[in-house]
């Protein structure tokens, strides 16, 4: 049984993470999506509602679950008896940042190895930072993310507006 970790922020999942972990679902037996507890970033959505929305997105894929983790994503994926972390490169400007990610967690856990997936051509310009940018700004959301999350965005902005 190979089991895969797809660790990240996801704040929110947009469609580009969506398809990493639906197309991940076909080739491991088990895809554990790890939602980094990360204080330092100052994260829309709190961790719990990250998972949430993660859960209703992914629902209908039996052999995902998701769980939030703090700490090295190594740790996340020993403790998940993983032996694959997966990560989505989108274009070269990923490149640098994923391949010093992926050598230095294989330094920290010879046992465990990093597999990128390509990310489908109509999301590569995708991420969750873009997405906000445009919510921010009253843009139209719908090719970023389903109808759920666009709804959640959406929420969770107004209220920051008005606080
Ligand atoms: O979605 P992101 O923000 O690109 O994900 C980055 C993430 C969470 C995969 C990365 O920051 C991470 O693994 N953080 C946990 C700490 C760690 O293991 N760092 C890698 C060693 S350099």
């Not at 797809?6 to 895809?31: C, E, M, N």
């Amino acid at each position: 049984m190979v089991i895969a970790v797809y660790p990240g922020s996801f704040d929110p999942a947009t469609y580009g993470h969506l398809d990493v972990i639906q197309r991940a679902s076909v080739s491991f037996d088990k895809v554990i999506v790890g939602v980094l507890h990360n204080s330092a970033k100052s994260p829309l959505f709190s961790v719990e509602e990250r998972v949430n929305i993660l859960e209703k997105a992914t629902k209908d894929i039996p052999n995902v679950i998701i769980k939030p983790f703090n700490g090295l994503s190594v740790n996340f994926a020993r403790e998940n008896h993983a032996q694959v972390i997966i990560r989505g490169l989108r274009a070269v400007t990923d490149f640098e940042y994923e391949l010093q990610m992926a050598q230095t967690n294989r330094v920290l856990a010879p046992d465990v190895d990093t597999v990128f997936l390509t990310t489908s051509l109509e999301y590569a310009y995708l991420s969750s930072t873009i997405m906000k940018e445009v919510a921010y700004f009253g843009g139209d959301l719908t090719k970023f993310a389903p109808a759920e999350i666009i709804e959640a965005v959406k929420s969770k902005i107004a209220n920051r507006v008005q606080e």
